[in-house]
């Protein structure tokens, strides 16, 4: 029997609790799966939680035992807005090198939604583009040295503000990781007999750096001639994705971008509330919902364990327990489309006093397996 070496991060807000119901339903789908191996689990703390006695969100021995770990399931962190600290999903990807944020969106039935039948891959590039977090301040010395340097090698694209108005951003894209995300997306493809590719930049406007990732994503997309291919401008996409989202199978795309848009395609499934994400890369690989934190409803046993439960039940197929898997997959389906023993936000109506708790929930997933 295989033991897999896995940790569990409790996060903040809802995610203990999460976590929890999450850990639950994964031990069950393999013990409930002939042939299949065995979780050692390392429970692990990062958040606003730990920070207040760790004096960081995200401390070192759980940065090491992610790194040692054949794979991680991550609960919801918070992360401020405007201030505080930087957030810990982006520290997490950037050290461990973990480069492609993959983000399936489904469609199940008993889940509300303007759309049928949906199944679209997000292959996301996580290490570069605009969310590196290379940032100046504005009034900061470095504003004013870049502005003075792209006025005096640019002719035609000058910055016309005062540096103690402007704050800056800088976009790497590069041949490297944009190489590595695109092959990545088409071995996906391969792997689970998926049909089509898109890559998605604005390379009509960003020539130097959307216009390298197209080009790349055509280098790479000739080795593989039984995949079909095909580029679009990402506000173009965004469109296409609303209008006939029926016509797309796996996109690949940058940073800032892939972030647009998996929230987008886990609109046309009924919200967050149901979409998985893994981020993925040699350094390691964790599995998480892509909803936040919820910190209002920390403690109310309320909040919808789904998408935690389908990240584990991506984290099951990353480690070779397909059947597991699957189980667990179907198992979910069954429960949401049977709509009794779901939380509040998965009722017809918000307000309906036979919605069950988070706990409760994975309850019925376990039974149903």
Not at 153 to 181: C, F, M, Y
């Amino acid at each position: 029997m295989t033991v897999h070496k896995t940790v569990l991060i409790r996060g903040d807000g809802v995610g203990p609790e999460l976590a929890q119901a999450a850990r639950r339903c994964l031990d069950a789908a393999l013990e409930k799966t002939d042939g299949a191996g065995s979780f050692e689990w390392t429970v692990c703390e990062a958040g606003i939680d730990i920070m207040n006695t760790a004096g960081t969100p995200m401390p070192e021995e759980t940065i090491e035992a992610v790194r040692n770990a054949d794979a991680t399931l991550k609960a919801p962190i918070t992360t401020p807005i405007g201030s505080g600290f930087r957030s810990v999903n982006v520290l997490l990807r950037q050290t461990l090198d973990m480069y492609c944020c993959l983000r399936p969106c489904k469609s199940y039935k008993g889940v509300r939604s303007r759309y049928d039948d949906i199944d679209l891959v997000l292959v996301r590039e996580n290490c570069e583009d605009l969310y590196a977090g290379v940032e100046f301040e504005k009034g900061s010395k470095e504003v004013g040295e870049l502005i003075e340097t792209v006025n005096r090698l640019s002719t035609d694209k000058t910055i016309n503000t005062p540096a103690e108005s402007t704050g800056v951003s800088i976009k790497p894209i590069s041949v490297q990781n944009t190489r590595r995300i695109v092959r990545f997306a088409f071995e996906y493809a391969r792997k689970h007999g998926r049909k089509k590719v898109s890559f998605v930049e604005k390379a009509n406007i960003m020539k130097h750096t959307d216009g390298l990732f197209k080009a790349v994503a055509e280098e790479v997309a000739g080795d593989y001639p039984e995949i079909e291919s095909e580029e679009r401008l990402i506000d173009n996409m965004c469109m296409q994705l609303v209008q006939k989202p029926e016509l797309y199978d796996v996109i690949v795309t940058e940073n800032l971008y892939g972030d647009i848009l998996s929230d987008l395609c886990a609109g046309l499934v009924g919200g967050l509330g149901v979409a998985p994400g893994a981020n993925i890369g040699d350094g390691g690989a964790t599995f998480e919902a892509t909803h936040g934190s919820a910190p209002k409803y920390k403690g109310m046993n309320k909040v919808n364990p789904t998408a935690l439960i389908l990240s584990g039940m991506l984290m099951l197929d990353y480690l070779g327990e397909t059947d597991a898997a699957k189980t667990l997959e179907a198992a979910i389906a069954t429960v949401v489309e049977d709509g009794k023993n779901v939380t509040y936000d998965m009722k017809p109506h918000r307000d309906d006093p036979t919605a069950v708790g988070t706990s409760e929930m994975a309850d019925a997933i376990i039974a149903a397996l």
